[in-house]
């Protein structure tokens, strides 16, 4: 298998980047809810000290998703696959890779405007902010909904078409 995509599949930097980023976000998510929900403070920090920088990870490894999409290429569209599923897998993607960033953004600026990292990785006595006292939150919150709506609908469509399709879609992006 080669390091770049072809024609009918991806290659080995992009299968890398993707299964990484998936099973990192699905642990952001898991991270993120829990930390939201934790009532012991003790337990919420060590859950954000996985977090902040797990999140800070994604973001560098999608931007460098996007860099590395100037040098190789995407595999063509299916044969058959109508106009509108081409569409919408590429309004989907664009719209994967904003909400990282965006979720990457509104996290930085959680952090900045809330004082935490002092708190969370550098030995600053006093409590943990209350995060929902600061804008950045509410974004934080929105993006992660959205990402994990697309998330749902990004895996239903790799489903579909594995099950009902079966066009081996999903072997494009497996080893």
């Not at 009918?8 to 809810?33: C, D, K, P, T």
């Not at 058959?80 to 509104?106: F, K, N, T």
């Not at 990785?121 to 974004?139: C, I, K, S, T, V």
């Not at 594995?162 to 080893?175: I, K, N, S, V």
Request: hydrophobic fraction near 55%.
């Amino acid at each position: 298998m080669s390091w770049k995509s072809t024609a009918s599949r991806y290659g080995l930097v992009a299968i890398a980047i993707h299964w990484i980023s998936a099973a990192a976000i699905l642990a952001l998510f898991g991270l993120g809810f829990a930390a939201a929900n934790a009532a012991d403070p003790a337990t919420k920090a060590a859950l954000l000290r996985v977090h902040v920088p797990l999140g800070a990870a994604i973001v560098v490894l999608t931007l460098l998703r996007i860099v590395w999409w100037r040098f190789d290429r995407r595999p063509d569209p299916l044969p058959g696959l109508p106009s509108w599923q081409e569409r919408s897998e590429r309004l989907v993607r664009s719209a994967l890779y904003a909400l990282i960033l965006v979720m990457g953004v509104s996290g930085i600026g959680l952090m900045i405007a809330s004082g935490a990292p002092g708190v969370l990785f550098f030995g600053e006595p006093g409590p943990l902010p209350d995060f929902w006292q600061f804008p950045p939150m509410y974004g934080h919150l929105t993006g992660a909904v959205l990402l994990l709506a697309l998330a749902v609908l990004h895996i239903a469509a790799a489903i579909y078409h594995q099950l009902y399709r079966r066009d081996r879609l999903l072997a494009r992006m497996w080893r």
